[in-house]
């Protein structure tokens, strides 16, 4: 926790404040996918009353491939013509998708935001399943590496002019956004990320694993361990980009529970393209929405 | 056409003693058209047997239709042998996946990595096509058609009716009716129902009355209730479907893999006496059974 002037410790909660609330069908949606036998009617209800989620899968369904003979008009409909599961698949893909908002700085792709925050979410999910299994949920997970750096949403909303800074002295330097961040505004994405999370009312085990995602000194915990480990990943492969140009070659410990090096861990996860194709198919669903 | 079954056990192989007179081999039809062009409906394990007859007769030009990618329709296709002789020609045609995002190349590229099996995709020897299909949309195979039409299944799955020369056959897939997820009292009821009502109604508008339907029949009325959902049907939805169409003759496949010869005959006969189909042949499908239309 940095020590804040009270100056700063206002600002960051007013601006942790403006953010809009969680949606509720989004958490509701992901809690629901987690149980293979989740009644149909209750799921439908769940995205029914998102009209943006019942969009944007109305959207994809009719766009494309089936050449089905009606337009599909309604979510119950499109579990008739499609099954449950692609729609479950569909709604998995749309709320993990809504809840990043579109926002753009020279310095700041808000696509490539969305393919790194999915492709985090994915490789994290991935890694649990290998690694942590019996001691973190592959799911929260997922929301862990797919959440881990809203601070930089939150500072592009409510201080763009320093978080420009910040990122362009990152981009200059090669230096760690986190600690450009620490210079220019005074706190990191990670801090505000976990305020914001608080804010949320996400599990205490979540807010501490979007605070603690670039603190050094922290100690192993399965699901802090798969985020960092799927973050550095994502960041020396490009797989998308979050306004960070730093490159750690290695994690500076790597967790015991990986027990190898990270080209090893990677090499066991077999083809990370198959798992990223799903995370470019998701963030594209994601755009054009506004979110 | 004539029609041998080659597979027609459901879910998981099943080979053994309890099994012997039906066989243990997972979905796989083949299908000859009038001029003697072959198509294969679905890649279970039953597809070696079948690729192990066409040795003799090489080069073999084969279209594979995929129903759908779980595993019991798919895992025989990297042992259907002509795929790794040079001179062949394999096409391989199913569905689009909206979640992945690819088409049917998706179902080659998963199964053929190094983590499973000791040849990759690049190393086939044989001309292999994908052919991505369209709901409806026939695709000409020499002097027959085949349409891909979608059924209810957890993942997106095609059943095929074929015609040449006047014959006609259907075979379902994996499909389980589709069922009303409210209950009668609550207010999606009504709306949900004329949409399943107008899914059936276009399904079997699109089967017609064909000489040869073969169905997903995986369990018994009795066993159904625990089983809704998983995308199966039953003896008496069978049936029933072979009433509604107008079939010349009923083909009940995808037999439950835990069932013994002696309890699938009983069972079978248990549900034809709850109904039976006018002018309608029922049997139940076995490796080896060849049917001439």
Not at chain 1, 82 to 90: D, F, Q
Not at chain 2, 154 to 162: E, H, K
Request: glycine letters at 8%; aromatic letters at 8%; a negative charge.
């Amino acid at each position: 926790m940095p020590q804040l002037s009270p100056e700063l410790e206002r600002r960051l909660t007013a601006a942790v404040d403006r953010m809009p609330a969680f949606p509720k069908s989004v958490q509701t949606i992901l809690t629901m996918t987690r149980d293979s036998n989740c009644l149909p009617k209750q799921l439908v209800g769940v995205i029914e009353k998102d009209p943006v989620m019942t969009l944007r899968i109305l959207r994809v369904i009719n766009s494309a491939y089936y050449a089905l003979p009606n337009k599909i008009g309604s979510v119950g409909q499109a579990v008739v013509y499609l099954g449950l599961n692609t729609i479950k698949n569909l709604a998995l893909a749309c709320a993990a998708a809504g809840v990043l908002p579109r926002f753009h700085t020279d310095f700041f792709d808000s696509q490539q935001y969305l393919l790194h925050s999915l492709s985090v979410a994915s490789l994290a999910r991935l890694l649990c399943e290998k690694h942590a299994r019996s001691e973190a949920d592959p799911g929260d997970c997922y929301v862990a590496g797919l959440l881990h750096d809203f601070g930089k949403v939150v500072f592009a909303h409510t201080m763009a002019a320093e978080f420009t800074l910040a990122l362009g002295i990152a981009a200059q330097k090669g230096k760690p956004l986190h600690l450009a961040e620490q210079e220019v505004i005074g706190a990191d994405h990670a801090f505000v990320g976990a305020l914001l999370a608080q804010k949320w009312q996400f599990s205490e085990a979540l807010v501490a694993c979007i605070r603690d995602h670039h603190a050094a000194d922290v100690a192993p915990q399965a699901m802090l361990d798969c985020l960092r480990m799927a973050d550095a990943i994502c960041r020396q492969r490009g797989f998308g980009a979050a306004g960070n140009p730093w490159r750690e070659e290695e994690l500076a410990e790597l967790p015991a529970r990986f027990a190898t090096a990270t080209e090893a861990v990677v090499a066991d996860l077999g083809d990370l393209n198959k798992h990223l194709a799903e995370a470019q198919t998701f963030a594209q669903i994601g755009v054009g929405e506004g979110g | 056409m004539k029609v041998k079954m080659w597979g027609v056990r459901g879910s998981i192989p099943s080979p053994g003693p309890r099994t012997v007179r039906y066989g243990g081999n997972t979905t796989c039809i083949e299908v000859r058209s009038d001029a003697d062009h072959l198509i294969i409906l679905d890649a279970g394990t039953g597809i070696f047997p079948l690729a192990q007859s066409l040795l003799a007769r090489l080069p073999v030009e084969a279209n594979i239709f995929i129903t759908h990618t779980h595993w019991d329709h798919i895992q025989g296709l990297p042992f259907f042998v002509p795929l790794h002789i040079p001179g062949n020609i394999v096409r391989i045609h199913g569905a689009f996946d909206l979640i992945t995002q690819q088409g049917v190349e998706h179902v080659m590229n998963v199964q053929l990595q190094y983590s499973y099996f000791p040849i990759r995709e690049a190393e086939l020897k044989a001309n292999v096509e994908y052919l991505t299909l369209t709901v409806g949309k026939p695709v000409r195979v020499g002097d027959a058609t085949v349409t891909p039409i979608l059924m209810n299944h957890p993942v997106i799955n095609f059943g095929y009716r074929i015609e040449c020369n006047g014959k006609s056959l259907f075979f379902t897939g994996d499909h389980e009716p589709w069922r009303n997820i409210y209950a009668p009292e609550e207010s999606g009821w009504a709306e949900y129902q004329a949409m399943i009502e107008q899914r059936q109604a276009e399904l079997e508008a699109a089967i017609g009355p064909v000489d040869l339907l073969i169905v997903d029949s995986a369990y018994t009325a009795a066993e159904y209730p625990k089983k809704i959902g998983w995308g199966h049907g039953t003896f008496d939805t069978g049936l029933e479907l072979a009433r509604r169409t107008g079939a010349r003759r009923l083909l009940c496949t995808h037999h439950e893999p835990t069932r013994s010869d002696d309890e699938l005959e009983r069972v079978f006969a248990e549900a034809l006496t709850r109904q039976t189909v006018a002018g309608c042949e029922v049997m139940l499908a076995y490796e080896g059974l060849e049917i001439t239309l």
